[in-house]
């Protein structure tokens, strides 16, 4: 490369100050800022100088957010998301960072955040259909922070790291005013949707039941005296939905290796899958139909767990179940 040539190349020593001028005028002139910085890195990427993009579209966001001008900095941010799948920009420390340190800067009210976290979880999956698990705990952790806890439930859940499930039942604790309410329904939560997965999370499942047994077993828990015995790795207590999280926990951990068939799974006996139906049909006979495990998200969850690990026929009319399950599983507080 010639020295005319590498005089002429893009320097971001030279496009980015006419930007921050703009944002820097009190007040910012955030719209001119906005197209600016999108007119010139709309160039940059034509002339294959997409990472230079990315940083000069970085730093205008973040400058613009610091000054309180969501939607235009939240739009440059998804812009910037956006080059990085278009270029192949791989998640590491590096890059997650990038994305981050924006989202950081997000308003806790309004569409903003989810904005730019639904375009970044997009571009993490590249080696995970739900999202890179560090983006997606990060993204728990900062809704959670700021109490926004039903976008905060589904990170943590699609992170699905040990951490994360540790986070997330600190959090339904909370949720659920600190046990004095109903634990089994806010428990349900942060186990079944684990075991649904494919193929299951049962580290994930199991860290959050130590967690949020715990929690309950604390001094200063209104639940404290629930707890009756321990046997077999299950603390038995006085709410049969948390009885029964620990006993299906146990019964997916039998549950046949991937890749088997049902005639496998089933054996001479009906093997592991009969003691799941005959546990699922158990406590829900003892719960009644007004019991937690009646509620038709958890029914769902259940019928999802039998199809999914346990290779059960589902029922009639089940086809769409497990494409439902995650988007209903479970909205709003807990009932």
Known sequence: MSRRTRDREPKIDALL?????????DPPNAYSAHQKALTTTARLVKSGH???AIEILSTAARELLKRGEAASGTELGVR???????TGVEVNDTSRATVTQLLALTPAS????KKLADAAVKWSAQKCSAGDPSLNQYLGELNYKDRLFEPAEQYFLNAGKRDSATLLADMLFEWGNKGAEDPGAYAVRGVLPFL????PNVLAATSFLQRYLSLLAAPSSPQKDCFISTAEDVQLTTSITL???????????????PGASAVQARGTDGGVARDWQQLVSRYR??????????????????????VGVFLISPPRGGNDMLQNLM???FGGGAR
């Open 327 to 329: 988007g209903s599983l």
């Open 80 to 86: 910037m998301v956006e080059i990085m799948t278009e």
């Open 243 to 257: 009885n029964f999280l620990q006993l299906a926990v146990l019964t997916v951990q039998r549950a046949p290796a």
């Open 285 to 306: 006979r003892v719960a009644g139909s007004t019991g937690v495990l009646a509620q038709r998200e958890v029914v769902e969850a259940l019928e999802a767990i039998s």
């Open 196 to 199: 649904a997965m494919s193929p």
């Open 17 to 25: 100050p006419p930007i921050l001028a703009l944002i820097e005028q």
């Open 50 to 52: 997409g990472q230079l």
């Open 110 to 113: 309004g569409p903003w955040r």
